[in-house]
């Protein structure tokens, strides 16, 4: 079956880093565009999109309020895509998840083919 298993997440004080990891298992890895999505506690719609790249990391989009902070990677060898997060404010906080979606790229979670489980980033003093 499909695995999306997340780590590096954890509280972090504000203008902090972290970089979040997303190993991939279960489907072939350079077939799919990877992306990361968040939410909070009190979030009733869909995930917010933060960063997506394409399956052979030639194009990568960002969500307007992470632009210039956030970067993400991949690495079709590992099976694993990166989310290196610079800067961090405390609106930042909320669950990190991971997504993958077959060959084609998108931004909304509607698209979203398969989830990681999350992983918790708290920024705060």
């Known amino acids: 079956q499909v695995q999306l298993v997340e780590s590096g997440g954890g509280l972090v004080q504000p203008g902090g880093s972290l970089r979040l990891s997303c190993e991939a298992s279960g489907l072939t890895f350079s077939s799919y565009s990877m992306g990361w999505f968040r939410q909070t506690p009190g979030q009733e719609r869909e995930r917010d999109f933060v960063a997506a790249i394409s399956s052979g990391g030639s194009r990568v989009y960002y969500g307007n309020s992470v632009k210039g902070r956030f970067t993400i990677s991949r690495d079709n060898a590992k099976n694993t895509v990166y989310l290196q997060m610079n800067s961090l404010e405390p609106e930042d906080t909320a669950v990190y998840y991971c997504?993958?979606?077959?060959?084609?790229?998108?931004?909304?979670?509607?698209?979203?083919?398969?989830w990681g489980q999350g992983t918790q980033v708290t920024v705060s003093s």
């Open positions: 997504a993958a979606r077959f060959l084609t790229l998108g931004t909304r979670s509607s698209e979203v083919n398969y």
